[in-house]
């Protein structure tokens, strides 16, 4: 495939997902022509080392303009937010960034022409009035984080730049995502990669969801395919311009021990309840993606055993 000079710039690109995406956009687009940002500058890494990195707080509208008009900029990754435990103990600050982020790289787009904008949404956008099983495309939504209002309410707005404005804004309901390069921060399915880590360093692992806290997750490779998929798919394939759901597996505290337990059977995990219990209970059990599947052919490649196997291979690789 090739591609005309796009010139990318993706936000967050220090987070879980940002650290990885950024790699393989470079890898489509070229080194130099996707631009790394974040907040804060990262350690030198392969993030700072393999391209441009702009320090970038996208509450500031006119850093976002100088940025995007010095780099010719043509498509966003808009990946900078505050993830659902996080945002229970900073709401204000939550909503601030989550929206303002949002509605400043809109406005950015329309301004200067962008072509293309992805923005990640949650199965956070969810609550406890939504089935919870096979949670269908269009439902219920009732989010009780303000995280998933937040989500929720960015779904509102692209669909809304979308239709009105007919910017090109495409969205994924993302699950849980576990990945071996990257730390999540902040999040409620955050502990199905810290078993992992707890797991190849011979330690026992203290779970602060119940055993049976069912949630929808996804192994990163099938995460940044979905992604790529969606962005590079025909423009009136996209039917859906708030968000698609999006899955893969889903599996509880209990399932994910059985599974690393074929390969280590002496892992300990014991379970120690606190706030996040309450958010994992308000979100689904498992999701309904017929139209990702129907629309870009959305198909995912990893189930719990073969995510662990990999994990796991991975994890002792990198750890010695
Ligand atoms: C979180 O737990 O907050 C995120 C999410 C599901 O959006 N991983």
Redesign the pocket.
């Known amino acids: 495939m090739t591609f005309f000079q796009e010139k990318i710039l993706v936000t967050g690109a220090c987070g879980q997902l940002g650290s990885e995406l950024t790699l393989e956009l470079r890898k489509i687009y070229g080194e130099a022509n996707v631009i790394a940002s974040d907040i804060a500058m990262p350690p030198k890494g392969e993030l700072t080392e393999s391209g441009p990195f702009e320090i970038l707080d996208v509450l500031t509208r006119h850093n976002l303009a100088e940025k995007a008009y010095r780099h010719h900029i043509t498509q966003i990754y808009h990946l900078a937010a505050v ?3 996080t945002g229970e103990s900073r709401p204000k600050f939550t909503w601030k960034v989550n929206m303002k982020g949002l509605e400043n790289i809109l406005d950015l787009a329309l301004d200067k022409g962008i072509s293309k904008v992805y923005w990640p949404s ?3 956008v969810f609550g406890p009035n939504t089935p919870c099983h096979n949670t269908p495309q269009h439902t219920i939504m009732d989010p009780n984080t303000v ?1 998933g209002i937040s ?1 929720q309410t960015g779904e509102r707005f692209c669909e809304y730049y979308a239709r009105r404005y007919k910017l090109d804004v495409r969205s994924l309901r ?4 576990i990945g071996y390069k990257a730390m ?1 921060g ?5 502990y199905a990669v810290d078993i992992y880590h707890k797991a190849v360093e011979g330690q026992p692992f203290t779970c602060y969801l119940q055993e049976d806290a069912y949630m929808p997750m996804m192994y990163m490779p099938d995460a940044l395919k979905a992604t790529l998929d969606l962005m590079h798919a025909p423009a009136e394939n996209i039917t859906i311009r708030s968000s698609y759901n999006l899955a893969a597996m889903s599996f509880s505290p209990a399932e994910i021990t059985a599974s690393i337990q074929k390969h280590l059977p002496d892992f300990q995990v014991t379970y120690v309840p606190d706030f996040r219990q309450q958010i994992a209970d308000s ?1 689904p059990q498992s999701i309904d993606d017929t139209p990702a599947r129907q629309d870009w052919q959305w198909q995912p490649q990893y189930d719990l055993d073969s995510m662990t196997a990999d994990m796991l291979e991975n994890l002792r690789r990198l750890k010695g």
Do not use: E
């Open positions: 993830l659902s435990a949650s199965i956070a995280y989500k993302y699950p849980g995502l999540p902040g999040g409620t399915t955050d979100w």
